[in-house]
Each structure stands twice: as structure tokens, then as C-alpha cells.
């Protein structure tokens, strides 16, 4: 079976899981509906669609500095079938960026910097997303209804993601570290190509691994030298983190609530940490459960919160993965 069509079929089966999921409960997906303005679908579908520019615009600055110029409307098609992949494929991010190599091929990109360009975008979001942590931070500490609780949970949330980034660069910044990371992957992978599969031959080859690994080191260490583009990379993952949060937020004016900035970004920090750590199933109801439970701690009413969180994850899933799962099969067709 070919790649490409194996992911096409894997991502099918994932958008049925997700759909039958999400959906298990209709009375209250109804109820939640039920409260809301109009309005909603609209408003989350511009800010998204903000979200998805971002990312786009990150890709395209990426690979220029490589000398690689593609398509802003290529790259834009191929980041909400990351996002569909990512969604409807549990592998903690693994399957998006196995998309972005497979799509970026007729553009001239090789895999390993697709790959890097992947994780150049989690470093960079994560470093932005740092700033907008602590922008919550501050928002909750000066706000009228800040508590001393509150302000610990963004402050402990800040350690962890910082601890957290100080590891992944750990691992990342040195070959040798990485290929002690991979191997174990490798071997797996192989493995299960022969008896899954029924490979005759490794699925990742001794020599394709290498020169993956000789082109990421190389931009890696070309990306270094060009500091100078780290600003606009920055500032296009920082727009896509502040799209995210404001997506939330939306929701809740659309209840007609006006929260602490803080408490949303906290809710989707600690939804996005609890849906990393159950990456098997994309954070499929651990990622609800602890935005529901922060935005409960923070002193937003529990029914109120599901209600939220239920509008919030229907509208985003509802309207993008379908027109994910569409770029998704048209960029993996044309590789």
C-alpha cells in the first residue's frame, strides 16, 4: 500500500472517530447551542480562518529564507490539512509534519527541512505563547476578580512549559541526542512495515534517514546564522497563538459574557498541556475535561464552562476538519 494512500485512509477512520465522539451527546450539544447568539459561527469561522493565515505566512517566511519560495495559497491549503492530520491522526504532531514533507515535495522543500520547519513553528509558538502566558499572568494579578490561586496555577504553568522547552531544545540542538531519540523510532517503524505491511525492504531506509538528517542539521544550523528572520517568524506564530485564545474568548461573548482575558488563556494552556499528554487520542475529552476545569476553578459557572467548551470544540471541529480533510487528500495526491 502506498503512503499517501495509507494516510488518506488512516485520516478517514480518524474523522469518524472524532465526529462519533464529539457527538455521543446530542441533548447537550443541543442545550449548549440553545444559548447562544447567532452570531457564533461567523465570528469563530473569521478568527480561524486569521489562525490559519498566520501559520501559512510562518511556512512561507520559513522556507524563503532557505531560498524556497512557495505559494502563499499552497501553504495556506496545506495548513488546515496539518491541522486536520494532526486532529484526526493521534500521533502527538507527527502525522502533521509527515504531511508537510509529502505536500511541500513539488515546491522543491526536502523533507528534513519541512521537518525542521515543523519544529521551528513549535519552538517559535511556544516561545510567543510564553508572552501570551504571561500576559494572562498580569491580567489576572490586576484584575478585580484575581485570586492568589489563580495567579499560581499561570505562574506553576509557566515553569512547566518552560522546563518543558529547555528539554525539546535539549534533544534538538545536538545530532547525536537526536539519533539516541530517533533510533528507538526507527527500528519500531521498520519493524512494523514488515509485519504489517509486509515491506520487503525498511520503510525508512538507512540512507534516506541519513540524508534527513544531513539536510535538518543543515538548516539548522543555516536558521542560526539568520537571526535576523526570527522577529517575523515570531511575530506570525504569536498571531496564530493570540487567533487561538481569541477564538475561545468569542464563545464567551457569544453567551454574552465578558471574562478575564487571563482565565481563557489559562484554560487554553492547560487544555492544550492535558490534550499533549493524551496524544493517542488527539486529547479527545482530556483536552475538554481541563478547559472545562479550569475555566470551573476560575470562577466560571460549571454549566456554563461545558456549555462553552461544547460550542467552542463543534464550531472549530465541525466547520475546519472537513475542509481539512479536503486539502489533506488534494496535497497528498499530487506527491
Not at 450539544?29 to 447562544?36: G, L
Not at 535539549?170 to 515491506?199: C, D, H, M, W, Y
Request: net charge positive; proline share 4%.
Amino acid at each position: 500500500m502506498k503512503l499517501r494512500r495509507f494516510l488518506i485512509i488512516i485520516g478517514l477512520l480518524g474523522i469518524m472517530v472524532i465526529i462519533l465522539t464529539t457527538l455521543g451527546h446530542p441533548a447537550k450539544i443541543i442545550a449548549a447551542f440553545r444559548q447562544v447568539k447567532w452570531y457564533v459561527v461567523p465570528l469563530v469561522f473569521i478568527v480561524q480562518l486569521c489562525s490559519y493565515f498566520c501559520n501559512s505566512r510562518y511556512y512561507q517566511t520559513f522556507f524563503k529564507v532557505f531560498g524556497t519560495d512557495v505559494p502563499l495559497r499552497s501553504l495556506y491549503e496545506i495548513s488546515l490539512g496539518i491541522n486536520f492530520a494532526n486532529q484526526a491522526i493521534p500521533s502527538g504532531g507527527v502525522s502533521g509534519t509527515a504531511f508537510l514533507a509529502e505536500a511541500a515535495k513539488p515546491y522543491g522543500v526536502p523533507s528534513g527541512r519541512a521537518t525542521l520547519a515543523q519544529l521551528g513553528r513549535y519552538c517559535f509558538t511556544f516561545l510567543s505563547f510564553f508572552a501570551v502566558m504571561a500576559f494572562g499572568f498580569l491580567m489576572l494579578f490586576f484584575g478585580d476578580d484575581q485570586d492568589k490561586i489563580s495567579v499560581r496555577v499561570v505562574l506553576l504553568l509557566m515553569i512547566v512549559l518552560l522546563t518543558l522547552g529547555l528539554i525539546l531544545l535539549t534533544i534538538f540542538s545536538e545530532r547525536r541526542r537526536l539519533e539516541k531519540f530517533l533510533n528507538p523510532i526507527v527500528r519500531f517503524v521498520n519493524r512494523a512495515g514488515r509485519s504489517l505491511f509486509r515491506q520487503p525492504g525498511p520503510v525508512i531506509k538507512p540512507d534516506s534517514y541519513e540524508a534527513f538528517l544531513n539536510d535538518f542539521y543543515h538548516g539548522y544550523r543555516e536558521l542560526l546564522a539568520k537571526k535576523r528572520h526570527w522577529p517575523a517568524l515570531l511575530g506570525w506564530t504569536l498571531g496564530g497563538n493570540l487567533c487561538e485564545v481569541l477564538t475561545v474568548y468569542v464563545v464567551f461573548l457569544c453567551f454574552g459574557l465578558i471574562v478575564n482575558p487571563g482565565i481563557v488563556i489559562t484554560g487554553y494552556a492547560l487544555a492544550i498541556m492535558a490534550g499533549a499528554g493524551a496524544f493517542l487520542t488527539s486529547g479527545l475529552g482530556v483536552y475538554e475535561a481541563g478547559m472545562i476545569g479550569t475555566f470551573t476553578a476560575l470562577g466560571i459557572p460549571f454549566a456554563l464552562s461545558i456549555a462553552v467548551v461544547l460550542v467552542y470544540r463543534i464550531v472549530n471541529m465541525g466547520i475546519f476538519l472537513p475542509i481539512g480533510l479536503f486539502f489533506y487528500r488534494k496535497h497528498l495526491k499530487t506527491t
